[in-house]
């Protein structure tokens, strides 16, 4: 089902549009980016966007980024917008197959790692952020129990963590489908099947998406935690923990909660002009934007996801809490966009169907 679209301006007019007049009339002062609902950043941040190039930015929230990229397809060739934000690596090959994009090569390009440029030939996409999706753990339960937290996948299997674990449906929930392609890239075609099996046999339980495991059901949540939520095993982000203590009142000195880094899957995000965008140089000037200093720093505290520029300066509590995930599970986008559906629905079988 489509989502509602809510349409926000978030930075006021600044000066004249450096964009040259078309054919049809004057250049457009506002530049137009559709992203999904998640998208967030600080109204300084981009008021700074409008200074520096005179152009204001209307976002067009349009539901999760599956249904984001969807409305966009169904428009291909006249967009409702200029810019793209919010496709991933596990949807990029099915924007691309369906040519939504046009290429641009954004300024700044070559401070962004190589290995985050999934269309490096052509460009149609930028990489903007990263995220990694991963079992986080309640330090205080293991602590309490004189229990070791599990390490690896395999680990989770194991009895001793029998009806630990809360993750989310792979066919409703991001953080899911990502758990869902970490152990597709673990243990191949052959034996991601199996390894669910044993998981499922272990007790691993499946709630709809994120919010209902992690505020819910996990016994390491600070925000909205029921008192009967008794999972301290959770599919969530290497970025919780920091996030933890961002929010939290008083600030503990250590983060309540770890991760798992060896469960992790990576996310690459991604923004792209739109083909057809009726701001072309408004378009252009954003995605140079987007990878600019200011929204690169900005991203942590907003959106919870790391810069992809390298280099950039995280916020102290990322710095001190988060994460890092030397070596994520990644799958080819090309391969997850050939095999998504039949996994979800094979998963589905597996897991969720009685």
Aim: hydrophobic letters at 35%; a neutral charge; glycine letters at 10%.
């Amino acid at each position: 089902m489509a989502a509602a679209l809510g349409v926000t301006t978030l930075a006021a007019c600044g000066g004249k549009s450096p964009g040259d007049k078309k054919a049809d009339g004057p250049a457009s002062k506002t530049v137009t980016l559709v992203s999904h609902d998640s998208f967030a950043v600080s109204d300084s941040v981009l008021k700074e966007f409008t200074k520096q190039t005179g152009y204001t930015v209307k976002v067009l929230n349009s539901g999760d980024a599956g249904s984001a990229l969807n409305q966009e397809i169904l428009t291909k060739g006249s967009p409702r917008g200029d810019v793209f934000f919010g496709v991933d690596n596990t949807l990029l090959s099915r924007a691309l197959d369906n040519g939504i994009f046009t290429s641009y090569e954004a300024k700044g390009l070559d401070n962004v790692p190589a290995d985050l440029q999934l269309d490096k030939g052509e460009h149609r996409v930028t990489p903007v952020d990263t995220g990694d999706i991963c079992v986080n753990y309640d330090k205080k339960y293991f602590a309490d129990k004189k229990l070791a937290p599990p390490k690896t996948l395999d680990d989770l299997t194991k009895p001793a963590y029998k009806n630990l674990l809360v993750t989310e449906n792979a066919a409703t929930s991001s953080p899911g489908l990502g758990f869902l392609l970490a152990t597709a890239g673990k243990y191949g075609d052959d034996g991601w099947q199996g390894y669910w099996q044993k998981l499922k046999d272990n007790g691993a339980k499946v709630v709809d998406g994120w919010e209902q495991a992690y505020n819910d059901e996990f016994s390491g949540s600070a925000g909205g935690k029921k008192a009967n939520a008794d999972r301290p095993l959770v599919v969530s982000y290497a970025s919780s923990p920091p996030v933890e203590v961002q929010f939290a009142e008083p600030r503990p000195a250590e983060a309540p909660t770890g991760v798992l880094t060896d469960t992790c899957f990576r996310q690459i995000e991604f923004a792209g002009l739109l083909d057809g965008a009726k701001n072309e140089a408004g378009a252009k000037a954003l995605l140079d934007f987007l990878i600019g200093k200011q929204f690169q720093e900005d991203l942590p505290l907003k959106m919870f996801v790391n810069p992809a520029v390298k280099g950039t300066k995280l916020p102290e509590v990322y710095e001190k809490f988060g994460a890092k995930v030397a070596a994520p599970v990644t799958v080819d986008p090309k391969k997850i966009s050939e095999n998504r559906e039949k996994w979800v629905k094979e998963w589905s079988s597996l897991v969720v169907k009685k």
